[in-house]
């Protein structure tokens, strides 16, 4: 059975950090992409980042450029979140996933509650 797990989430402070770790089971997903996203109560699912097989990265809104960095070790199938200098408005659902070649975001994880108090 192909899994995804997060993990890392929880209750923090502005301006701290929390880092979140996403292992993959069941299936190598070292040539997939993998990726983060997020969700708020209310809104909807918002793309954070991403990263190849290779480590290029790329991040959603500027506003986590800089603060979130995502990486991958791939000898632990495992995916990273990083996340810096958080704020009351990064807090939601943070869900990795992955991406199959024809472009759909098969894989998902069942998330992780990050929440940050002023």
């Known amino acids: 059975q192909v899994q995804l797990v997060e993990s890392g989430g929880g209750l923090v402070q502005a301006g701290g950090s929390l880092r979140l770790s996403c292992a993959a089971s069941?299936?190598?997903?070292?040539?997939?992409?993998m990726g983060w996203f997020r969700q708020a109560p209310g809104k909807g699912r918002e793309f954070v980042a991403r990263i190849s097989w290779g480590g290029i990265s790329t991040y959603g809104r500027d506003s986590m450029k800089g603060r979130f960095t995502i990486s991958r070790d791939n000898a632990k199938n495992t995916v990273y979140l990083q996340m810096n200098s958080l704020k009351p408005e990064d807090s939601a659902v943070y869900y990795c996933?992955?991406?199959?070649?024809?472009?759909?975001?098969?894989?998902w994880g069942q998330g992780t509650q990050v929440t940050v108090s002023s």
């Open positions: 069941g299936r190598t997903f070292n040539n997939n992409v």
């Open positions: 996933a992955a991406l199959e070649p024809s472009g759909v975001w098969n894989y």
